[in-house]
């Protein structure tokens, strides 16, 4: 991306030094100087990573070139050569936004990814602990049935005098 954005800056260059080393019946100064301008809000948006507002200033470099051409304030072979180097420049541009934009995606469909495994992972988490949990109280039940039939004195089967009847002593 960075050597992406140095070419964009380097071609911006060459059409600002395009502009500023014509000659006088090439270009006229005042609009060399508009250009000059223009071009240095591109330099200065694509330098700072701001590719968007880099486009808009290329935009508007592109009015000032046209405006300058219609005035008949530079040479027909002059607008060609500036107009074909912010050509490259947008080019170099449409370029850096695009794959800023499928950079953004990328990063957009890690974090669902990470976001809907962290889910699975969560509800997993919970069925583990409400399995745990459900067998924690089946024992639990299962241990309370044995608790109570054994309190019940089951072993003599209701006979409390081992069998011998009321009062009898056989």
Do not use: F
């Not at 046209?66 to 074909?84: C, H, K, M, P, Q």
Request: proline share 1%; net charge negative; aromatic share 2%.
């Amino acid at each position: 991306m960075r050597r992406a954005l140095l070419a964009v800056v380097v071609s911006v260059a060459v059409a600002w030094s395009a502009a500023a080393c014509a000659e006088p019946a090439d270009l006229q100064a005042d609009a060399a100087s508009e250009l000059q301008a223009a071009v240095a809000e591109v330099v200065k948006a694509a330098e700072q990573g701001r590719h968007e507002a880099a486009r808009d200033a290329l935009d508007a470099a592109r009015e000032v070139l046209a405006a300058a051409a219609d005035e008949g304030r530079l040479s027909v072979a002059r607008y060609r050569s500036i107009d074909d180097a912010l050509t490259r420049v947008e080019a170099e541009l449409d370029a850096l936004l695009q794959a800023a934009a499928e950079q953004a995606a990328a990063e957009q469909a890690a974090a669902e990814q990470a976001a809907a495994e962290q889910a699975a992972a969560e509800q997993a988490a919970a069925e583990q602990a409400a399995a745990a949990q459900a067998a924690a109280e089946q024992a639990a039940a299962e241990q309370a049935a044995r608790d109570g039939k054994d309190d019940r004195g089951d072993d003599d089967k209701g006979r409390g005098n081992g069998g011998k009847g009321r009062g009898r002593d056989d």
